[in-house]
């Protein structure tokens, strides 16, 4: 087993330490699936944050030549490093998400450092869901990282770790600038992911790559908060007005969605369709999103895409997210068992009163066309997401920095470090 420790430099909230620890595993042949509901919380998980490091997970190995640049300041110059081809995205599993997320709450809430080893700082009892410490919380190697994975699942072979970013959007940017993590990422011997995000007296993310995963045709939607970078080595987020939705399209020779859209509602009002257009990789393995403009409030959605072969799916399979807008998150669950009525999308509603929540009338926008367009207009007609105020930024220092190698173990770590910064360890 190769294990190597990489410690960041990144000024400002891009900050932190990131670890990975991976093990050489031959590529496996994808196994089905058990038919399940797709998109659906197992337990109280994924979290929101877990599904947004899920998608933008898949999003970087759709189109890994533009984050790649994403770590200049331009947010368009390439690294000069060698960019892997695209590869499938990751189907997003229960088990694994498990153990990223135990990790993740085991180092954001105890003494446990985040150890270079990927090692758990107490003795571990129990399985899945029921794993937990043993015991006081001491030090780094008590319980090692495979035995760790082996209280969630069989099949776990590799983990990015990450301290020290207070959104998982700033995580993946600090995986992206170090070679190690974004060779992970991007590594096409995976076929499954594990997601854990937990901000509590620290901020820890983890990815726990796996095998036997199949990806479904659209099996990761979300909404998130872009990043885009304007030459100051400043990398910004968009304000909480402009999210951008989106989901990940997965049907090799099948062509381009027919219908990829988000459909939505705010505090109960008629249901929004907004079609969702091609952004990153190709029309049949490609990212397909949308950034708006929303007004504070209850924002509940589901995702719809009629496939090129005419097959509908909806992600979540039943129920719908939920994105809260200057309101609190205990008043919008990320996850709603119910389901709004949706004409626009022709879907009636679940059980009970739909999930939108009650609330104040009036429209969450006008209507959409339910065919992709190139377009990506926006509720106030205001797509741009990247400044302004409320804006929440992060100094990062990657275009004038060095480059310098650091040997450990058996791997070789490209780092980057902000201006001025002090050596790592």
């Not at 377009?375 to 007609?381: A, K």
């Amino acid at each position: 087993m190769k294990t190597s420790h990489v410690v960041g430099t990144l000024s400002g909230t891009l900050v932190g330490t990131a670890l990975l620890a991976s093990c050489l595993v031959a590529p496996a042949e994808n196994y089905a699936s058990e038919q399940q509901a797709i998109g659906e919380p197992v337990g109280a998980l994924p979290n929101h944050d877990e599904r947004v490091l899920g998608f933008w997970t898949n999003r970087i190995r759709t189109d890994p030549a533009y984050f790649d640049a994403l770590m200049s300041p331009d947010g368009t110059t390439p690294s000069g490093r060698p960019i892997p081809s695209p590869t499938p995205p990751l189907e997003i599993v229960a088990d694994l998400g498990r153990a990223a997320h135990f990790q993740s709450n085991h180092i954001a809430t105890t003494t446990c450092p985040l150890c270079a080893d990927h090692s758990s700082c107490c003795v571990l009892v129990g399985q899945d869901d029921d794993t937990h410490c043993e015991g006081d919380v001491t030090t780094c190697g008590v319980t090692s990282r495979d035995e760790r994975f082996s209280h969630f699942s069989d099949r776990a072979a590799d983990e990015n770790a990450e301290e020290g970013n207070a959104t998982p959007e700033l995580a993946m940017l600090t995986w992206v600038t170090s070679n190690a993590h974004w060779a992970a990422i991007n590594g096409a011997g995976y076929t499954a992911l594990g997601t854990g995000a937990v901000l509590a007296n620290r901020q820890v993310h983890h990815l726990v790559f796996g095998v036997q995963g199949t990806y479904p045709v659209a099996g990761d939607g979300t909404h998130f908060y872009d990043l885009s970078r304007d030459g100051s080595f400043v990398v910004k987020e968009a304000p909480v007005t402009n999210p951008t939705f989106g989901i990940t399209y997965y049907l090799p020779g099948g062509g381009a969605p027919k219908v990829a859209e988000v459909v939505r509602s705010r505090d109960g009002a008629e249901a929004v369709c907004d079609a969702l257009a091609l952004t990153h990789g190709m029309e049949a393995h490609g990212t397909y999103e949308k950034a708006m403009t929303l007004e504070s409030g209850c924002h509940r959605y589901f995702f719809r895409i009629v496939d090129g072969n005419g097959k509908e799916h909806l992600y979540p399979t039943t129920g719908t997210l939920g994105l809260p807008i200057n309101v609190s998150a205990d008043e919008c669950a990320d996850f709603s068992a119910d389901r709004f009525e949706a004409p626009c999308a022709g879907t009636p509603a679940s059980s009970g009163e739909g999930g939108a929540g009650s609330g104040t009338s009036g429209s969450a926008g006008s209507g959409g066309s339910n065919e992709p367009s190139g377009g990506g207009g926006s509720e106030d007609g205001d797509d741009s997401g990247s400044s302004g105020c409320g804006c929440r930024v992060a100094p990062v220092g990657l275009a004038s920095t060095g480059r310098w190698f650091v040997l450990l173990a058996l791997a070789t770590w490209l780092r980057r470090r902000a201006r001025g910064s002090s050596g790592a360890e």
